[in-house]
Every structure is written in C-alpha cells, then in structure tokens.
C-alpha cells in the first residue's frame, strides 16, 4: 500500500496562503470552496489556541480581533475578516459581536456566490448572536434582511413584530420594522411604526433621521429639513447630515428641487449592518 507522505509544515504555510490570497469572485468554484474551508478550519484551531493564552493575560481581545475584522470585512477580504471574527470568538466565547459580524460575513459571500449553505450558516450566526444579546439591532436587522431575500418575508415581519412586542420600551425594533415595511412598499406601516418609535425615544436620532428621509420622500420639505436637524443635535457624527440639510434649506428658499432629489434617501440604510466591535 502505497504511503502518502505528510506535508512539510512549510507546505501547509504555503498552501493556506494560496487559500488567503485566492480570487473569491468565482466563489462557486471547487477551488474556492476549498481554500474557503481551508481558511475557516484554520480559524478555529486559532480560536482554540488564543483562548488558552486570553487565559494567561496574553494576546489581543475580542474587540481587537473584531476591530480587525471589520477593516478586512469592509475591504472585500471576507475570508480574512471570518478568521479574525473567530479568534474574537477564541478570547471570549460568547461575544455576541463576533457571532454578528461572522454572520453577515457568511451572508455577503452567500449572496455573491448564491450558496445556500452560506446563507444558511449566516441564519445560523445570527440566531447565535440574538442567544447571547437578544436586544442586537444589528442582528436582528441582518437575520430580517435575509429571511426576506430567501422569500420568507412574512417570518421577516414576524420576526421583528415578536421584538417589537417582547420589547415595547425599545424604539429600535419600531425603526427595523419601518425599515422593512417601505422595502415591501407599505410607506404608511412604515409611516407609522416610525411616528411610534420618536414616541418611545424622543432622544433616537435614528428614527428621526428616518422619519425625515419618508417626509423628504412624500415632498414635506419643512417637516423633513426639521427633523434631520434635531436628528442631528442629538447625534452629530452623521456625517452625511449637514450636506442633507443644508440641500434642503436651498431647496426652501428658492423653491427650487434638488437636481439629485430624493434619490439617495431611505427610511433606513438598506445595506446590510456594518460590522461592529
């Protein structure tokens, strides 16, 4: 019988950098799926060893590891961003973060590479991080997105009605369910989950922001250039705001529209959550 020999470890090292730095374009692809298997089982032989030494006060934390993930993540490096997410996961095994960031790092390559099993290991992910955080906006938002891209729309809605119900103090899960009621064309649900959630939190610059983008749609100027303020004051790092307002003040004085309208505004971002650590 013929006795195959084992790799050098130089080999492996070469062979899991192959894995890192292939071209993930074609995801469908055996090779790919290979090197992207290569890539996780890695990840969590890294995550058992990082958590021994967490133990002993050496290494980096969890939000170090998500911090670096998030970067990876945001540049396209999906495999790359998996392997941090899991070392997070490594140092503090029930990091709801790391859950969430591994779940719409699964998602983002299931949709470019329309894989179910990416989907389902997202769905998954996200499940996971709302057993350890059930108040996880993001994960909610995400697990919602996705239900509703696989044509289950209507355990989308169910999904964050139940939040919205087990959680009546929060505006958050009114702001998700707008969100997803204009996606699906009812701007009046929308309309008034959005009413609701400045109701619950009059301090929530996200659903004013919200609410001022469906007035700005719908033509209320003056309503919508009001509220974006006081969305605002009370949170002055959204960037895209004071570009936004000042737009609409133009647009008051001179009764003039906007050559760019209301194009590049929505109840609430579309895209799927960023990555958080």
């Not at 709801?96 to 990416?118: I, P, R, T």
């Not at 989907?119 to 919602?144: I, M, P, Q, V, W």
């Not at 133009?250 to 579309?270: E, F, K, L, Y």
């Not at 895209?271 to 958080?276: D, E, P, T, Y």
Request: proline content about 3%; glycine content about 6%.
């Amino acid at each position: 019988m013929e006795v195959v020999p084992t790799p050098s470890p130089e080999r492996k090292t070469d062979r899991f950098e192959e894995a890192v730095q292939m071209d993930y374009s074609d995801t469908n692809s055996s090779n790919a799926k290979n090197a992207l298997a290569m890539i996780i089982q890695r990840s969590y032989l890294w995550a058992t060893m990082l958590a021994s030494l967490s133990l002993s006060g050496c290494g980096i934390t969890a939000n170090g590891w998500n911090s670096e993930g998030v970067q990876l993540y945001e540049a396209g490096h999906f495999p790359e961003a998996i392997e941090r997410f899991q070392y997070a996961l490594g140092t503090e095994e029930n990091n709801a973060d790391a859950y969430y960031n591994l779940a719409v790092s699964y998602h983002q390559m299931g949709l470019k590479s329309k894989d179910q099993g990416f989907l389902k290991e997202s769905e998954a992910l996200y499940n996971r991080c709302l057993d350890f955080d059930e108040n996880h906006t993001d994960s909610h938002r995400g697990l919602a997105v996705l239900l509703a891209q696989t044509d289950r729309k209507d355990r989308a809605i169910l999904l964050l009605n139940n939040w919205s119900q087990d959680k009546p103090h929060l505006s958050a899960p009114r702001v998700e369910l707008a969100r997803l009621h204009q996606e699906l064309g009812d701007t009046q649900a929308a309309r008034l989950h959005l009413e609701k959630a400045c109701t619950i939190d009059k301090n929530d610059a996200r659903a004013w922001k919200a609410l001022a983008a469906l007035n700005e749609s719908e033509g209320r100027t003056e309503v919508a250039l009001a509220q974006y303020q006081r969305s605002y004051l009370l949170d002055n790092q959204q960037s895209q705001l004071p570009t936004r307002i000042a737009s609409l003040n133009q647009q008051i004085r001179t009764g003039v529209t906007s050559p760019n309208g209301n194009s590049d505004t929505r109840v609430a971002d579309d895209k799927l959550s960023r990555g958080r650590y």
